[in-house]
Protein backbone atom coordinates (compact mmCIF):
# COMPACT_ATOMS: atom_id res chain seq x y z
CA UNK A 1 0.00 0.00 0.00
CA UNK A 2 1.26 3.47 -0.96
CA UNK A 3 1.71 6.15 1.58
CA UNK A 4 -1.49 8.05 -0.36
CA UNK A 5 -3.48 5.42 0.21
CA UNK A 6 -2.94 4.49 4.46
CA UNK A 7 -4.85 7.88 5.34
CA UNK A 8 -7.64 6.36 3.15
CA UNK A 9 -7.90 2.95 4.28
CA UNK A 10 -8.10 4.21 7.70
CA UNK A 11 -10.85 6.57 6.88
CA UNK A 12 -12.72 3.96 5.37
CA UNK A 13 -11.94 1.61 8.46
CA UNK A 14 -13.60 4.08 10.71
CA UNK A 15 -16.62 4.72 8.42
CA UNK A 16 -17.40 0.70 8.34
CA UNK A 17 -16.57 0.57 12.42
CA UNK A 18 -18.81 3.51 12.49
CA UNK A 19 -21.83 1.96 9.99
CA UNK A 20 -21.46 -1.73 11.82
CA UNK A 21 -21.98 0.09 15.28
CA UNK A 22 -24.65 2.00 14.00
CA UNK A 23 -26.38 -1.37 12.54
CA UNK A 24 -25.72 -3.35 15.75
CA UNK A 25 -27.73 -0.07 18.05
CA UNK A 26 -30.63 -0.63 15.79
CA UNK A 27 -31.05 -4.04 15.57
CA UNK A 28 -33.44 -5.87 17.98
CA UNK A 29 -32.05 -6.76 20.96
CA UNK A 30 -33.10 -9.09 23.97
CA UNK A 31 -34.78 -8.31 26.48
CA UNK A 32 -32.90 -6.18 29.05
CA UNK A 33 -31.62 -7.92 32.06
CA UNK A 34 -32.95 -6.59 35.27
CA UNK A 35 -31.02 -3.77 36.85
CA UNK A 36 -28.64 -5.27 39.76
CA UNK A 37 -29.95 -3.30 43.67
CA UNK A 38 -27.78 -0.81 44.24
CA UNK A 39 -24.86 -1.71 46.49
CA UNK A 40 -25.72 -0.22 50.05
CA UNK A 41 -23.40 1.96 50.84
CA UNK A 42 -20.81 1.10 53.65
CA UNK A 43 -21.98 2.34 57.31
CA UNK A 44 -20.39 5.28 58.72
CA UNK A 45 -17.53 4.22 61.41
CA UNK A 46 -18.00 4.65 64.32
CA UNK A 47 -16.77 7.70 66.78
CA UNK A 48 -14.25 6.92 69.98
CA UNK A 49 -14.25 9.24 72.99
CA UNK A 50 -11.18 8.29 75.54
CA UNK A 51 -11.64 9.99 79.26
CA UNK A 52 -9.22 9.32 81.55
CA UNK A 53 -8.90 10.28 85.50
CA UNK A 54 -5.42 10.86 86.88
CA UNK A 55 -4.58 8.51 90.14
CA UNK A 56 -7.86 7.09 90.17
CA UNK A 57 -8.62 4.06 92.05
CA UNK A 58 -11.29 1.54 91.50
CA UNK A 59 -13.20 2.48 94.56
CA UNK A 60 -12.90 5.89 93.83
CA UNK A 61 -15.97 6.83 92.31
CA UNK A 62 -19.50 5.73 92.85
CA UNK A 63 -19.78 3.02 90.81
CA UNK A 64 -20.01 0.13 92.45
CA UNK A 65 -16.77 -2.04 89.91
CA UNK A 66 -18.02 -5.88 90.09
CA UNK A 67 -21.60 -5.47 91.50
CA UNK A 68 -21.08 -8.03 94.52
CA UNK A 69 -21.96 -7.05 97.99
CA UNK A 70 -20.16 -5.32 99.94
CA UNK A 71 -19.79 -2.25 97.75
CA UNK A 72 -16.80 -0.63 97.98
CA UNK A 73 -17.56 2.48 95.59
CA UNK A 74 -18.03 6.10 97.63
CA UNK A 75 -21.53 6.92 98.19
CA UNK A 76 -24.09 7.36 95.38
CA UNK A 77 -24.30 10.64 93.93
CA UNK A 78 -20.69 11.53 94.16
CA UNK A 79 -20.50 10.74 90.66
CA UNK A 80 -23.62 10.62 88.98
CA UNK A 81 -22.94 10.71 85.34
CA UNK A 82 -20.47 7.56 85.71
CA UNK A 83 -23.18 5.73 87.08
CA UNK A 84 -25.43 7.14 84.58
CA UNK A 85 -22.82 5.52 81.90
CA UNK A 86 -22.33 2.13 84.09
CA UNK A 87 -26.22 1.90 84.26
CA UNK A 88 -25.86 2.60 80.28
CA UNK A 89 -22.57 0.43 79.58
CA UNK A 90 -20.62 -2.45 80.70
CA UNK A 91 -17.93 -2.09 83.53
CA UNK A 92 -15.17 -4.10 83.49
CA UNK A 93 -14.28 -5.34 87.24
CA UNK A 94 -11.05 -7.06 86.28
CA UNK A 95 -8.83 -4.14 84.43
CA UNK A 96 -5.58 -3.55 84.84
CA UNK A 97 -3.00 -0.81 83.65
CA UNK A 98 0.38 -1.57 82.73
CA UNK A 99 2.47 0.12 85.64
CA UNK A 100 1.53 2.03 88.61
CA UNK A 101 2.53 5.01 87.56
CA UNK A 102 1.70 7.70 85.00
CA UNK A 103 3.63 7.72 82.30
CA UNK A 104 4.94 4.06 81.69
CA UNK A 105 0.92 3.73 81.58
CA UNK A 106 0.04 6.33 79.50
CA UNK A 107 2.30 5.26 76.91
CA UNK A 108 0.63 2.22 77.06
CA UNK A 109 -2.83 3.26 76.80
CA UNK A 110 -2.09 5.32 73.19
CA UNK A 111 0.42 2.29 71.84
CA UNK A 112 -0.81 -0.86 72.56
CA UNK A 113 3.28 -2.18 74.17
CA UNK A 114 3.98 -2.61 77.59
CA UNK A 115 6.39 -0.27 79.46
CA UNK A 116 8.96 -3.17 78.89
CA UNK A 117 9.08 -2.80 75.70
CA UNK A 118 9.32 0.26 75.10
CA UNK A 119 11.67 0.95 77.48
CA UNK A 120 9.39 3.77 79.26
CA UNK A 121 9.12 2.31 82.56
CA UNK A 122 9.40 5.45 84.99
CA UNK A 123 10.31 9.54 83.92
CA UNK A 124 13.26 11.31 85.37
CA UNK A 125 14.85 8.23 87.15
CA UNK A 126 18.69 8.08 86.74
CA UNK A 127 19.28 4.68 87.33
CA UNK A 128 21.30 2.87 84.95
CA UNK A 129 24.96 2.88 85.18
CA UNK A 130 25.71 5.92 88.03
CA UNK A 131 24.60 5.21 91.48
CA UNK A 132 22.23 8.07 92.43
CA UNK A 133 22.51 9.41 95.96
CA UNK A 134 19.45 8.17 96.83
CA UNK A 135 20.16 4.68 95.76
CA UNK A 136 23.54 4.30 97.41
CA UNK A 137 22.57 2.31 99.84
CA UNK A 138 19.73 0.42 98.29
CA UNK A 139 20.20 -3.09 97.15
CA UNK A 140 19.17 -2.65 93.74
CA UNK A 141 19.96 0.30 91.42
CA UNK A 142 17.27 0.61 89.09
CA UNK A 143 17.23 0.99 85.33
CA UNK A 144 17.04 4.17 83.62
CA UNK A 145 14.00 4.53 81.36
CA UNK A 146 13.88 5.82 77.86
CA UNK A 147 12.56 9.49 78.01
CA UNK A 148 10.41 9.15 74.47
CA UNK A 149 8.41 6.42 72.01
CA UNK A 150 11.04 4.20 70.73
CA UNK A 151 11.23 4.73 66.48
CA UNK A 152 8.82 3.17 64.64
CA UNK A 153 6.12 2.56 67.45
CA UNK A 154 2.72 4.28 66.55
CA UNK A 155 0.01 6.07 68.46
CA UNK A 156 -3.63 5.37 68.55
CA UNK A 157 -3.37 8.85 66.53
CA UNK A 158 -1.52 7.73 63.94
CA UNK A 159 -3.06 4.09 63.30
CA UNK A 160 -6.57 5.71 63.65
CA UNK A 161 -5.63 8.69 60.87
CA UNK A 162 -5.20 5.27 58.12
CA UNK A 163 -8.68 4.35 58.72
CA UNK A 164 -9.90 8.04 58.12
CA UNK A 165 -9.85 9.28 61.28
CA UNK A 166 -9.53 12.88 63.14
CA UNK A 167 -7.50 12.87 66.59
CA UNK A 168 -7.47 15.08 69.36
CA UNK A 169 -5.68 14.81 72.70
CA UNK A 170 -6.20 17.43 74.97
CA UNK A 171 -5.05 17.67 78.72
CA UNK A 172 -2.30 15.53 80.73
CA UNK A 173 -0.20 13.96 78.29
CA UNK A 174 2.99 12.69 80.06
CA UNK A 175 4.38 10.08 77.34
CA UNK A 176 7.82 11.74 77.20
CA UNK A 177 8.82 14.96 75.29
CA UNK A 178 7.53 14.73 72.47
CA UNK A 179 3.78 16.38 71.76
CA UNK A 180 0.96 14.59 70.85
CA UNK A 181 0.91 16.28 67.74
CA UNK A 182 4.46 14.53 66.85
CA UNK A 183 3.20 11.43 67.09
CA UNK A 184 0.17 11.13 65.51
CA UNK A 185 -2.33 13.52 66.70
CA UNK A 186 -4.09 16.02 64.69
CA UNK A 187 -4.59 17.87 67.40
CA UNK A 188 -3.74 18.68 70.69
CA UNK A 189 -2.88 21.56 73.62
CA UNK A 190 0.95 20.64 74.07
CA UNK A 191 3.27 18.43 75.77
CA UNK A 192 1.69 18.55 78.85
CA UNK A 193 2.80 16.96 82.14
CA UNK A 194 1.18 17.53 86.12
CA UNK A 195 1.66 21.17 85.37
CA UNK A 196 -0.65 21.82 82.49
CA UNK A 197 -0.31 24.02 79.67
CA UNK A 198 0.49 26.85 81.96
CA UNK A 199 3.35 24.95 83.60
CA UNK A 200 1.42 26.20 86.98
CA UNK A 201 1.50 24.16 90.02
CA UNK A 202 -2.20 23.69 89.80
CA UNK A 203 -4.24 23.22 86.72
CA UNK A 204 -7.35 22.80 88.45
CA UNK A 205 -10.20 23.28 88.23
CA UNK A 206 -9.65 25.94 85.46
CA UNK A 207 -8.15 22.87 83.13
CA UNK A 208 -11.15 20.35 83.87
CA UNK A 209 -13.11 22.13 82.18
CA UNK A 210 -10.44 24.05 79.49
CA UNK A 211 -9.90 20.46 78.38
CA UNK A 212 -13.37 19.47 77.89
CA UNK A 213 -13.92 22.72 76.08
CA UNK A 214 -11.58 22.04 73.21
CA UNK A 215 -13.12 18.71 72.81
CA UNK A 216 -16.11 19.35 72.43
CA UNK A 217 -15.21 22.30 69.95
CA UNK A 218 -13.27 19.02 68.19
CA UNK A 219 -16.46 16.77 68.24
CA UNK A 220 -18.47 19.43 66.29
CA UNK A 221 -16.01 20.61 63.92
CA UNK A 222 -16.07 16.75 63.02
CA UNK A 223 -19.47 15.99 62.63
CA UNK A 224 -19.77 19.39 60.54
CA UNK A 225 -16.79 17.75 58.42
CA UNK A 226 -18.62 14.22 58.08
CA UNK A 227 -15.36 12.89 59.68
CA UNK A 228 -15.33 10.02 62.52
CA UNK A 229 -12.65 10.95 65.36
CA UNK A 230 -11.07 9.78 68.06
CA UNK A 231 -11.11 12.03 70.71
CA UNK A 232 -8.52 11.61 73.86
CA UNK A 233 -9.24 13.96 77.26
CA UNK A 234 -7.02 13.07 79.83
CA UNK A 235 -7.42 15.14 83.21
CA UNK A 236 -5.25 15.93 85.58
CA UNK A 237 -4.72 15.06 89.07
CA UNK A 238 -6.64 16.98 92.61
CA UNK A 239 -4.70 16.97 95.05
CA UNK A 240 -5.83 20.04 97.54
CA UNK A 241 -9.61 21.13 97.99
CA UNK A 242 -8.59 24.33 96.22
CA UNK A 243 -8.23 22.58 93.34
CA UNK A 244 -11.81 21.65 92.89
CA UNK A 245 -14.92 23.87 92.10
CA UNK A 246 -16.81 25.10 95.21
CA UNK A 247 -19.91 22.81 93.76
CA UNK A 248 -17.79 19.80 93.60
CA UNK A 249 -16.31 20.27 97.08
CA UNK A 250 -20.06 21.21 98.88
CA UNK A 251 -20.89 17.73 97.33
CA UNK A 252 -18.31 15.81 98.49
CA UNK A 253 -18.71 17.66 102.19
CA UNK A 254 -22.05 16.38 101.87
CA UNK A 255 -21.97 12.73 101.01
CA UNK A 256 -18.54 12.16 102.56
CA UNK A 257 -18.51 13.93 105.79
CA UNK A 258 -16.11 14.45 108.08
CA UNK A 259 -12.08 15.01 105.63
CA UNK A 260 -10.59 17.71 104.56
CA UNK A 261 -7.09 18.62 102.55
CA UNK A 262 -6.29 16.28 100.49
CA UNK A 263 -8.13 13.57 100.51
CA UNK A 264 -11.50 15.73 100.00
CA UNK A 265 -9.68 17.55 97.16
CA UNK A 266 -9.40 13.95 95.22
CA UNK A 267 -13.11 13.11 96.07
CA UNK A 268 -14.16 16.48 94.69
CA UNK A 269 -12.02 15.95 91.97
CA UNK A 270 -13.63 12.74 91.00
CA UNK A 271 -16.79 14.82 90.97
CA UNK A 272 -15.56 17.28 88.54
CA UNK A 273 -14.21 15.01 87.04
CA UNK A 274 -17.27 13.16 85.99
CA UNK A 275 -19.03 16.62 86.09
CA UNK A 276 -17.26 17.26 82.43
CA UNK A 277 -17.65 13.45 81.45
CA UNK A 278 -21.24 14.78 81.53
CA UNK A 279 -20.68 18.05 79.10
CA UNK A 280 -19.51 15.14 76.63
CA UNK A 281 -22.16 12.75 77.04
CA UNK A 282 -24.63 15.75 76.63
CA UNK A 283 -22.86 16.82 73.48
CA UNK A 284 -22.90 13.50 72.14
CA UNK A 285 -26.55 13.08 72.03
CA UNK A 286 -26.90 16.98 70.82
CA UNK A 287 -24.99 16.14 67.51
CA UNK A 288 -27.24 13.09 66.95
CA UNK A 289 -24.22 10.83 67.17
CA UNK A 290 -24.39 9.25 70.46
CA UNK A 291 -25.54 5.71 68.78
CA UNK A 292 -22.48 5.42 66.93
CA UNK A 293 -20.03 6.54 69.26
CA UNK A 294 -17.50 4.39 71.68
CA UNK A 295 -17.00 6.06 75.22
CA UNK A 296 -13.97 4.64 77.23
CA UNK A 297 -13.43 5.60 80.97
CA UNK A 298 -10.93 4.93 82.94
CA UNK A 299 -7.99 5.96 84.70
CA UNK A 300 -4.05 6.12 84.52
CA UNK A 301 -3.12 4.54 88.01
CA UNK A 302 -5.23 3.19 91.32
CA UNK A 303 -4.71 5.86 93.87
CA UNK A 304 -1.79 7.37 96.17
CA UNK A 305 -1.69 5.53 99.80
CA UNK A 306 -1.62 2.07 101.09
CA UNK A 307 1.93 1.30 100.49
CA UNK A 308 2.26 -1.66 98.41
CA UNK A 309 3.54 -5.51 100.49
CA UNK A 310 0.15 -6.75 100.70
CA UNK A 311 -0.89 -8.32 103.67
CA UNK A 312 -3.23 -5.31 104.14
CA UNK A 313 -6.42 -3.27 102.96
CA UNK A 314 -5.36 -0.14 101.25
CA UNK A 315 -7.66 3.18 103.08
CA UNK A 316 -7.34 4.84 99.45
CA UNK A 317 -8.55 1.88 97.18
CA UNK A 318 -10.64 -0.86 98.79
CA UNK A 319 -10.95 -3.72 99.07
CA UNK A 320 -7.46 -3.90 97.60
CA UNK A 321 -4.10 -3.38 99.19
CA UNK A 322 -1.55 -0.95 98.17
CA UNK A 323 -1.90 2.00 95.88
CA UNK A 324 -0.33 4.23 93.52
CA UNK A 325 3.76 3.25 92.88
CA UNK A 326 2.72 -0.66 93.54
CA UNK A 327 2.14 -3.40 91.58
CA UNK A 328 -0.28 -4.60 94.28
CA UNK A 329 -3.72 -4.27 93.34
CA UNK A 330 -4.57 -1.22 95.04
CA UNK A 331 -2.09 0.37 92.13
CA UNK A 332 -2.84 -1.08 89.19
CA UNK A 333 -6.72 -1.79 89.19
CA UNK A 334 -8.89 0.79 87.93
CA UNK A 335 -12.14 1.19 86.57
CA UNK A 336 -12.91 0.89 82.80
CA UNK A 337 -16.68 1.69 82.16
CA UNK A 338 -17.46 1.27 78.43
CA UNK A 339 -20.94 2.26 76.33
CA UNK A 340 -21.31 2.02 72.47
CA UNK A 341 -22.86 0.56 69.82
CA UNK A 342 -23.62 -3.28 70.71
CA UNK A 343 -22.91 -2.96 74.02
CA UNK A 344 -24.63 -4.45 77.17
CA UNK A 345 -26.14 -1.57 79.41
CA UNK A 346 -25.55 -2.97 82.57
CA UNK A 347 -23.14 -5.95 82.75
CA UNK A 348 -20.70 -6.43 84.61
CA UNK A 349 -17.85 -8.40 82.71
CA UNK A 350 -15.23 -10.51 84.74
CA UNK A 351 -13.06 -11.40 82.14
CA UNK A 352 -9.06 -10.19 82.90
CA UNK A 353 -7.99 -6.94 80.66
CA UNK A 354 -5.01 -3.95 80.25
CA UNK A 355 -4.59 -1.17 79.01
CA UNK A 356 -3.02 -2.57 76.23
CA UNK A 357 -6.22 -3.84 74.96
CA UNK A 358 -7.46 -0.67 74.02
CA UNK A 359 -6.25 0.32 70.68
CA UNK A 360 -6.27 -3.14 69.39
CA UNK A 361 -10.26 -3.08 70.92
CA UNK A 362 -10.48 0.43 68.66
CA UNK A 363 -9.35 -1.17 65.60
CA UNK A 364 -11.49 -4.17 65.91
CA UNK A 365 -14.73 -1.72 66.80
CA UNK A 366 -14.08 0.54 63.59
CA UNK A 367 -13.88 -2.44 60.95
CA UNK A 368 -10.08 -3.65 60.49
CA UNK A 369 -10.15 -7.06 62.51
CA UNK A 370 -6.92 -7.44 64.62
CA UNK A 371 -4.23 -9.69 62.75
CA UNK A 372 -2.73 -12.59 64.83
CA UNK A 373 -0.97 -11.67 67.48
CA UNK A 374 2.78 -10.78 66.22
CA UNK A 375 5.70 -12.15 67.97
CA UNK A 376 6.33 -10.59 71.29
CA UNK A 377 9.72 -10.37 70.52
CA UNK A 378 9.50 -7.61 67.95
CA UNK A 379 10.19 -4.24 68.86
CA UNK A 380 6.77 -2.40 67.74
CA UNK A 381 4.15 -5.03 67.61
CA UNK A 382 1.29 -4.10 70.05
CA UNK A 383 0.97 -7.04 73.13
CA UNK A 384 -2.81 -6.39 73.83
CA UNK A 385 -5.71 -8.30 71.99
CA UNK A 386 -9.49 -6.98 71.35
CA UNK A 387 -11.82 -6.64 73.83
CA UNK A 388 -14.65 -5.75 71.20
CA UNK A 389 -16.61 -9.69 71.29
CA UNK A 390 -15.80 -9.38 75.42
CA UNK A 391 -17.67 -6.03 75.61
CA UNK A 392 -20.07 -7.20 73.49
CA UNK A 393 -20.89 -11.10 74.73
CA UNK A 394 -19.35 -10.88 78.36
CA UNK A 395 -17.45 -13.57 77.71
CA UNK A 396 -14.19 -15.44 75.75
CA UNK A 397 -10.93 -15.28 75.66
CA UNK A 398 -8.58 -12.32 74.27
CA UNK A 399 -5.73 -12.68 71.49
CA UNK A 400 -2.28 -11.98 73.06
CA UNK A 401 0.90 -12.55 71.79
CA UNK A 402 1.45 -14.63 75.58
CA UNK A 403 -0.83 -15.92 77.67
CA UNK A 404 -1.37 -14.24 81.10
CA UNK A 405 -0.29 -10.82 81.49
CA UNK A 406 2.68 -9.25 83.46
CA UNK A 407 3.28 -6.26 84.94
CA UNK A 408 6.87 -5.04 85.16
CA UNK A 409 8.16 -2.09 87.67
CA UNK A 410 11.52 -2.00 88.44
CA UNK A 411 11.94 1.32 90.57
CA UNK A 412 11.60 2.56 94.13
CA UNK A 413 8.31 4.07 94.85
CA UNK A 414 6.44 5.37 97.33
CA UNK A 415 7.43 2.84 99.60
CA UNK A 416 6.35 0.18 97.73
CA UNK A 417 8.67 -2.39 99.23
CA UNK A 418 11.37 -2.26 96.26
CA UNK A 419 11.34 -2.90 92.07
CA UNK A 420 8.61 -5.96 91.50
CA UNK A 421 6.97 -7.80 88.85
CA UNK A 422 3.76 -9.28 88.78
CA UNK A 423 2.16 -12.44 86.75
CA UNK A 424 -0.91 -13.11 86.17
CA UNK A 425 -2.63 -16.26 84.81
CA UNK A 426 -6.30 -17.78 85.65
CA UNK A 427 -6.76 -17.17 89.49
CA UNK A 428 -3.00 -16.73 90.28
CA UNK A 429 -1.19 -13.39 90.88
CA UNK A 430 2.30 -14.33 91.11
CA UNK A 431 4.29 -11.06 92.60
CA UNK A 432 8.38 -11.44 93.18
CA UNK A 433 10.63 -8.38 95.01
CA UNK A 434 13.85 -8.00 93.27
CA UNK A 435 14.79 -5.97 96.90
CA UNK A 436 13.46 -8.45 99.42
CA UNK A 437 14.22 -11.74 96.94
CA UNK A 438 10.55 -12.42 98.21
CA UNK A 439 7.76 -14.30 95.74
CA UNK A 440 4.45 -14.39 96.35
CA UNK A 441 1.53 -16.23 95.17
CA UNK A 442 -2.00 -15.63 95.63
CA UNK A 443 -5.18 -16.84 94.30
CA UNK A 444 -6.47 -13.16 93.56
CA UNK A 445 -9.80 -14.49 92.60
CA UNK A 446 -10.70 -15.10 96.15
CA UNK A 447 -8.09 -12.96 97.75
CA UNK A 448 -8.25 -9.35 96.36
CA UNK A 449 -6.20 -8.15 99.35
CA UNK A 450 -3.47 -10.09 98.79
CA UNK A 451 -3.72 -11.45 102.14
CA UNK A 452 -2.80 -14.79 102.14
CA UNK A 453 0.92 -15.82 100.05
CA UNK A 454 0.26 -19.20 98.93
CA UNK A 455 3.49 -19.84 97.36
CA UNK A 456 4.88 -22.43 100.18
CA UNK A 457 1.74 -24.42 99.09
CA UNK A 458 1.77 -24.70 95.80
CA UNK A 459 5.63 -24.59 94.45
CA UNK A 460 4.83 -25.99 90.93
CA UNK A 461 2.77 -23.30 90.28
CA UNK A 462 5.32 -20.73 91.09
CA UNK A 463 7.78 -22.43 89.18
CA UNK A 464 5.37 -22.25 86.70
CA UNK A 465 4.34 -18.54 86.81
CA UNK A 466 7.84 -17.40 87.03
CA UNK A 467 9.27 -19.28 84.20
CA UNK A 468 6.65 -17.48 82.30
CA UNK A 469 7.50 -14.35 83.61
CA UNK A 470 11.04 -14.63 82.56
CA UNK A 471 10.31 -15.85 79.56
CA UNK A 472 8.32 -12.42 79.23
CA UNK A 473 10.94 -10.63 80.46
CA UNK A 474 13.52 -11.42 78.11
CA UNK A 475 11.20 -11.86 75.19
CA UNK A 476 10.56 -8.40 75.77
CA UNK A 477 13.91 -7.19 76.41
CA UNK A 478 12.48 -5.82 79.41
CA UNK A 479 14.84 -3.01 81.58
CA UNK A 480 16.28 -4.90 84.89
CA UNK A 481 17.10 -2.96 88.25
CA UNK A 482 20.39 -4.73 88.87
CA UNK A 483 22.56 -5.57 92.44
CA UNK A 484 23.83 -2.90 93.41
CA UNK A 485 27.66 -4.10 94.48
CA UNK A 486 28.77 -0.30 96.43
CA UNK A 487 30.06 -0.78 99.81
CA UNK A 488 27.25 -0.59 102.69
CA UNK A 489 24.53 -1.59 99.74
CA UNK A 490 21.65 -3.32 101.37
CA UNK A 491 21.75 -1.09 104.18
CA UNK A 492 19.48 1.72 103.38
CA UNK A 493 15.56 2.86 103.38
CA UNK A 494 13.84 2.43 100.13
CA UNK A 495 13.36 6.30 99.18
CA UNK A 496 9.87 7.45 99.31
CA UNK A 497 9.79 9.54 96.46
CA UNK A 498 12.38 9.81 93.27
CA UNK A 499 12.56 12.96 91.19
CA UNK A 500 11.45 15.81 93.23
CA UNK A 501 9.18 16.07 95.87
CA UNK A 502 4.92 17.26 96.16
CA UNK A 503 2.41 15.76 94.34
CA UNK A 504 3.88 14.30 91.03
CA UNK A 505 7.07 15.60 91.83
CA UNK A 506 6.34 18.87 91.95
CA UNK A 507 8.60 21.08 92.97
CA UNK A 508 11.67 18.83 90.88
CA UNK A 509 12.35 18.36 87.44
CA UNK A 510 9.98 19.84 84.77
CA UNK A 511 7.20 17.10 84.35
CA UNK A 512 7.85 15.40 87.57
CA UNK A 513 6.50 12.29 88.31
CA UNK A 514 3.24 10.63 88.28
Known sequence: MTPHARPVAAALAALTCAFLLAGAQSAPSAA????????????????????????????????????????????????????KLAADGTRMSDFYVSAPRCTPSRASWVTGLSPSKLRMTYQNEPGGDSVDERYKLMKMIPPAPDADLPTGVRTTGAVLKDLGYASAHFGKWHVGRQAPSAVGFDLCDGNNSNQGPERGTAPNPKQAQAITDRGIAFMRDQVKAGKPFYLQLSHYGFGAEEEATPEALSAAKALVPGIGGKPLGAIAGARDVD???????????????????????????????????????????????????????????????????????????????????????????????????????????????????????????????????????????????????????????????????????????????????????????????????????????????????????GTGTAPDRPAGGGRGGRGGKRGGQS
Open 275 to 489: TQLGRVLATLRELGIADRTYVFYSADHGAQGGGGGGGGRSQSNPPFSGGKGSVSEGGIRVPLIVIGPGIPAGKVVDVRATNMDLLPTLLDLAGTAPKEPAALTSRTAMEGGSLATVLRTGTGAVARPYEGIAIHFPHYDLNNGGPASAFYLGPWKLVRNYDSGRVSLYDISKDRAESSNLASQHPDTVKDLEARLDAYLAAVNAPMARVNTAPGA
Open 32 to 83: PKPAAPPSEAPAPRPNFVFVQAEAQGWSSTSVDMDGAPPSHARPAGLTPNLE
